[in-house]
């Protein structure tokens, strides 16, 4: 009798744990009931996935927002090979989508059934959620999902901002001062000087056919230093469709909630894009590109972010939609090429190290080049903390005075937060006492790492005005860029000697030796791709020349019939051609100093043929796999350096037999993870 009270007893409890795990979630209205009158979530394995700020914001009933990042992740490596920039924005998109879309359904029917406030992302494959205890607990028990991060409100922009004549150190003020003339500073200001921008501007490059994108406060786009470079504008009318996103959708400042037109509810926007493109045809020439085009997305509200708003600039930026739209309605061929991001996202305030980290990797494979502040932490060692400047898919800079000092506040290295130990900042720009345009009309003074990030950025668009084949090859660009910077070494200081180091990165932007260091000469390679046993072409064959070192890698489709061309920097190529249901080919190109030729045969699939190259490579790219870049620029560098490559091995794309070749992979950093995002 006993043995069957038991079973009883044990089916009973069985039947009640079972009905737990399945309950629904709690609805908003029932979310709202006081904690006592509720049921409680027991905290169990599934609370492990919550992050520490969600369990302390779930307490005792309370609501609050948090980010459900699914597990699964997207393989976006294929995007490297892909022939240009769309294709390869329109397959990092595509890539997402589907593994979003798939992973993402039945949690969504979920949180609509019970009417639970939510939004999902295709950035990340997360999905934001407004709710309690109950709901984070309920939502961690799925097996797709990964973990739970907050979503706080964050300071974003703690800026040493100083009134004008104020020494670096001195105690941040809440409002910059303006500079009440409309028509100060009427010469090219000391901080783009230095930076030697005006000398790439004598050559005839001052950013055109280059967009930046920024994300910041928003911008005051009808300021005349940075209104006839918004992409929005014509000269006579404004459209913001595409070049234009609010992700604040509260009333709280005086943009109000989903602006329709890009407003700035601060002046910290306004100054950086200033920085980036600034002037106003007048004399006041306070920025690096002036004939570069930018567009904006505002991801704070008076100062104030989350990483919500964040991932959906970074959406948005993918591939931009029209004001009042959808991520759906996204135009990939509107994307920027570079971003400037003049915002942290504190660990100390409940942004986990990883909340960016997606975005981060989606925006690099799609070939736009994220470009960050180190933040204001300074002199601490290990105080680049907050992402995205902790990242090695960003490219993250300090601040400088006017006789290359660096900043009391600037940020320095190595990145302790995230286990990585990391070297930060990559390089350093002008950062103190930097005089741009003002939300309120005019320009002002500010100091901040916030200042420095757009110095590069801008120089950014030069350098891929001036050199087009670079754009989009963002390996190669930082590289570069490491390379001909103005070397500044240091002594045991940060877990760093020498250069590069944890102080100043690699050293001072020099974007006049970046220029001067890539030929603006051009080679053309050609050739036809045919079936190796029938002899017949093979149309939409897919041709890459990569670069031995640094990464640079350019590629092409063959057409109707089987004929390519491709035009790249002279220097020497691995060459390789793939094709469904074919082998991949695998031949070197050496010496491609004048037009060249290449042909493949191409077998059916197995075993791929490689050929090494064996003849010396030739300037200006290298004797060896790690070329020397030798600057021309007029100003003087403690050194040459040798460009080390940070991106990944290329695989084939999605459809292609893969083969390994015989020449190492140019990388250095550690794996990348790719994760995926979704449209709503």
């Given at each position: 009798?006993?043995?069957?009270?038991?079973?009883?007893?044990?089916?009973?409890?069985?039947?009640?744990?079972?009905?737990?795990?399945?309950?629904?979630?709690?609805?908003?209205?029932?979310?709202?009931?006081?904690?006592?009158?509720?049921?409680?979530?027991?905290?169990?394995?599934?609370?492990?996935?919550?992050?520490?700020?969600?369990?302390?914001?779930?307490?005792?009933?309370?609501?609050?927002?948090?980010?459900?990042?699914?597990?699964?992740?997207?393989?976006?490596?294929?995007?490297?090979?892909?022939?240009?920039?769309?294709?390869?924005?329109?397959?990092?998109?595509?890539?997402?989508?589907?593994?979003?879309?798939?992973?993402?359904?039945?949690?969504?029917?979920?949180?609509?059934?019970?009417?639970?406030?939510?939004?999902?992302?295709?950035?990340?494959?997360?999905?934001?959620?407004?709710?309690?205890?109950?709901?984070?607990?309920?939502?961690?028990?799925?097996?797709?999902?990964?973990?739970?991060?907050?979503?706080?409100?964050?300071?974003?922009?703690?800026?040493?901002?100083?009134?004008?004549?104020?020494?670096?150190?001195?105690?941040?003020?809440?409002?910059?001062?303006?500079?009440?003339?409309?028509?100060?500073?009427?010469?090219?200001?000391?901080?783009?000087?230095?930076?030697?921008?005006?000398?790439?501007?004598?050559?005839?490059?001052?950013?055109?056919?280059?967009?930046?994108?920024?994300?910041?406060?928003?911008?005051?786009?009808?300021?005349?230093?940075?209104?006839?470079?918004?992409?929005?504008?014509?000269?006579?009318?404004?459209?913001?469709?595409?070049?234009?996103?609010?992700?604040?959708?509260?009333?709280?400042?005086?943009?109000?909630?989903?602006?329709?037109?890009?407003?700035?509810?601060?002046?910290?926007?306004?100054?950086?894009?200033?920085?980036?493109a600034g002037d106003d045809g007048a004399g006041n020439q306070i920025g690096m590109a002036p004939g570069a085009q930018w567009i904006g997305c505002r991801n704070m509200e008076n100062g104030y972010g989350t990483p919500a708003t964040y991932l959906e600039c970074f959406e948005f930026f993918l591939a931009p939609y029209p004001v009042g739209g959808t991520p759906a309605q996204g135009d990939p061929a509107l994307a920027p090429d570079v971003t400037n991001n003049s915002w942290g996202c504190p660990p100390s305030e409940g942004c986990t190290p990883t909340s960016l980290l997606l975005a981060a990797q989606a925006q690099r494979a799609a070939g736009i080049m994220t470009v960050a502040s180190a933040g204001n932490a300074g002199p601490t060692c290990n105080s680049v903390r907050d992402p995205i400047?902790?990242?090695?898919?960003?490219?993250?800079?300090?601040?400088?005075?006017?006789?290359?000092?660096?900043?009391g506040f600037s940020s320095r290295g190595p990145v302790s937060i995230d286990g990585s130990n990391r070297p930060k900042p990559d390089l350093v720009a002008p950062g103190v006492g930097i005089v741009s345009s003002y939300a309120g009309g005019g320009y002002t003074t500010l100091q901040g790492t916030s200042m420095a990030g757009p110095h590069v950025a801008g120089a950014v668009a030069l350098l891929w005005s001036a050199r087009p084949l670079l754009k989009n090859q963002v390996a190669f660009t930082e590289a570069l860029l490491n390379s001909t910077a103005r070397h500044i070494t240091v002594t045991n200081t940060c877990s760093s000697s020498g250069w590069p180091n944890n102080v100043f990165g690699y050293g001072e932007l020099d974007i006049e030796a970046a220029v001067n260091a890539v030929p603006s000469s051009t080679v053309v390679i050609t050739g036809i791709v045919s079936d190796v046993t029938t002899l017949q072409p093979i149309s939409g064959a897919l041709v890459s020349a990569a670069y031995v070192s640094p990464s640079l890698q350019f590629a092409a489709r063959a057409d109707a019939a089987g004929h390519y061309t491709i035009t790249v920097v002279p220097g020497t190529y691995t060459m390789t051609a793939t094709a469904g249901g074919y082998a991949v080919s695998t031949d070197a190109v050496v010496n491609a100093l004048a037009e060249t030729q290449q042909d493949?045969?191409?077998?059916?699939?197995?075993?791929?043929?490689?050929?090494?190259?064996?003849?010396?490579?030739?300037?200006?790219?290298?004797?060896?796999?790690?070329?020397?870049?030798?600057?021309?620029?007029?100003?003087?560098?403690?050194?040459?350096?040798?460009?080390?490559?940070?991106?990944?091995?290329?695989?084939?794309?999605?459809?292609?037999?893969?083969?390994?070749?015989?020449?190492p992979a140019p990388s250095t950093v550690q794996p990348r993870i790719y994760l995926p995002w979704l449209h709503t």
């Open positions: 009798m006993k043995s069957v009270t038991l079973w009883i007893s044990l089916f009973i409890l069985f039947a009640l744990m079972m009905a737990l795990a399945l309950s629904p979630l709690p609805s908003s209205a029932s979310s709202q009931v006081a904690p006592q009158s509720q049921p409680f979530a027991p905290v169990d394995v599934a609370a492990a996935k919550l992050s520490p700020w969600v369990l302390e914001n779930t307490n005792a009933g309370q609501q609050a927002e948090f980010l459900v990042v699914l597990g699964e992740q997207a393989d976006l490596s294929g995007a490297d090979r892909l022939p240009t920039r769309e294709e390869k924005i329109r397959y990092v998109r595509e890539q997402l989508i589907e593994v979003a879309t798939r992973t993402q359904g039945p949690l969504l029917k979920l949180l609509a059934q019970q009417k639970v406030p939510h939004r999902s992302f295709f950035i990340a494959n997360a999905v934001w959620v407004k709710g309690n205890r109950s709901v984070a607990v309920r939502l961690a028990r799925e097996s797709r999902v990964a973990r739970i991060d907050g979503n706080p409100s964050i300071l974003a922009i703690p800026e040493p901002e100083l009134q004008p004549g104020a020494q670096p150190g001195a105690k941040p003020d809440k409002k910059p001062a303006t500079i009440n003339s409309p028509q100060a500073p009427l010469s090219v200001l000391w901080n783009i000087s230095q930076t030697h921008a005006p000398q790439v501007w004598a050559m005839g490059f001052t950013g055109q056919g280059v967009v930046v994108g920024g994300q910041d406060t928003g911008y005051a786009w009808a300021h005349p230093a940075i209104k006839s470079q918004y992409r929005g504008w014509n000269g006579s009318t404004a459209d913001h469709n595409g070049n234009w996103h609010d992700s604040i959708h509260t009333t709280g400042s005086s943009c109000g909630a989903d602006s329709p037109i890009p407003c700035d509810d601060g002046y910290h926007g306004t100054h950086t894009m200033g920085t980036v400047a902790i990242y090695d898919e960003v490219y993250t800079i300090g601040a400088i005075d006017s006789a290359s000092n660096i900043a493949f045969g191409l077998s059916d699939a197995g075993p791929a043929a490689t050929v090494t190259p064996t003849a010396t490579p030739t300037v200006p790219f290298s004797s060896t796999l790690t070329p020397t870049f030798t600057s021309t620029s007029t100003s003087t560098s403690t050194s040459t350096s040798t460009i080390t490559s940070t991106s990944t091995k290329t695989p084939a794309p999605t459809g292609s037999s893969t083969s390994t070749s015989t020449i």
